[in-house]
C-alpha cells in the first residue's frame, strides 16, 4: 500500500513537472512567433490628423497615434516597419514602399485606392464650387473606380504576395465622411454630404472585391465611424481646416485608435 502510494505521488508530481514544461514550452513558441509586420499605404495609414509625427518621416506624416503604431505598441511584434506616406497612391507603393517586404513577413496592413480617385480633388471641388459641380466630379471619380482602379490595385497586392507570399494581408477601407441629418448648419448640402459617403462605399466595394480576389482580408471602418462622422458632434474626422489644409477629412487621432485600430485587430 505504502509502495503503492509513493508511486502514485511519483507519478503525480512528474505529471506535473512535465504539464509545467509543456506550459512554458507551448509559452516560449507563442512568444518565438511573434510576427513580423510590415504597414503601408497612404495618409490614413501613415496617420496624418492624429498630430504626434515622427520627425524623420518628413512629407510622409507617419504619426506614433496611427493605427500601425498603435498595433505595434499593444501586440509587440518580432519586427515592424512603417513605409505608408500621405499622398501615396498605388504606384508609390509599389515604387517606394514594399521594401521591407519578405518571404518572412507575417502581417501587411495597407488602405490606398483614395488618391488614385481623386479624393482630395473632389473634396476641394466640393467645398469651393458649386453642387451641380461636386457631384459631376464625384461621378468622374466612380467613372474611375470602375475603369481603371481595380487594374492598379491588383498591381499593388499582386506585388505584395510576390514579395511576402505568406503574410496575412489587411486591407483597410475608408469611412463615411458625414453623419446626414446631422448637426452642421453650414457648409456642403445635404445632397452632396450623401453622394460623398455614397463614393466612399462604391470605393470601398470595389477594394474589397479586388483584396478578396486576391486572398486577403478586407476590414471595414464604416462600422466603428458610425456615430462619429462630420456633422455628428462626436467627430473622429476633421472637416476642413483652413489652417492645416492637409488634415482636412482625415481621422483624428481618436479615429485611428477607435476607428481603425480595432478593425485591423479583429482581422490579425
Not at 112 to 126: E, H, K, P, S, Y
Amino acid at each position: 500500500m505504502k509502495m503503492s502510494r509513493l508511486v502514485a505521488f511519483s507519478s503525480s508530481l512528474l505529471l506535473g513537472t512535465l504539464l509545467a514544461l509543456t506550459g512554458a514550452g507551448v509559452a516560449q513558441a507563442k512568444e518565438s512567433a511573434a510576427v513580423d509586420y510590415v504597414a503601408l499605404g497612404d495618409s490614413y495609414s501613415s496617420g496624418v490628423g492624429a498630430g504626434s509625427y515622427d520627425s524623420a518621416s518628413g512629407d510622409c506624416k507617419r504619426s506614433t497615434r496611427a493605427y500601425p503604431a498603435l498595433w505595434k505598441a499593444a501586440n509587440n511584434p518580432a519586427s515592424f516597419a512603417f513605409t505608408a506616406c500621405s499622398g501615396a497612391k498605388t504606384g508609390d507603393v509599389t515604387a517606394g514602399q514594399l521594401g521591407p517586404l519578405t518571404s518572412s513577413t507575417d502581417l501587411v496592413s495597407i488602405s490606398i485606392g483614395g488618391n488614385d480617385a481623386g479624393f482630395a480633388d473632389v473634396m476641394t471641388t466640393c467645398v469651393l464650387q458649386s453642387e451641380a459641380t461636386c457631384l459631376s466630379r464625384i461621378a468622374t471619380a466612380r467613372a474611375y473606380v470602375d475603369s481603371t482602379l481595380p487594374g492598379k490595385l491588383d498591381s499593388v497586392y499582386s506585388a505584395i504576395s510576390a514579395k511576402a507570399p505568406s503574410a496575412r494581408v489587411v486591407v483597410l477601407g475608408y469611412p463615411r465622411f458625414y453623419q446626414l441629418g446631422g448637426s452642421c448648419i453650414a457648409g456642403l448640402s445635404e445632397k452632396e454630404r450623401s453622394a460623398i459617403n455614397g463614393a466612399a462605399d462604391y470605393l470601398n466595394a470595389a477594394t474589397a472585391k479586388r483584396a478578396a480576389d486576391h486572398g486577403f482580408t478586407f476590414g471595414d471602418v464604416t462600422s466603428t465611424f458610425t456615430g462619429h462622422e462630420i456633422c455628428s458632434g462626436s467627430a473622429w474626422l476633421h472637416s476642413v481646416n483652413w489652417l492645416n489644409i492637409g488634415e482636412s477629412y482625415h481621422p483624428t487621432a481618436a479615429g485611428q485608435s477607435g476607428g481603425y485600430l480595432p478593425v485591423l485587430t479583429s482581422r490579425a
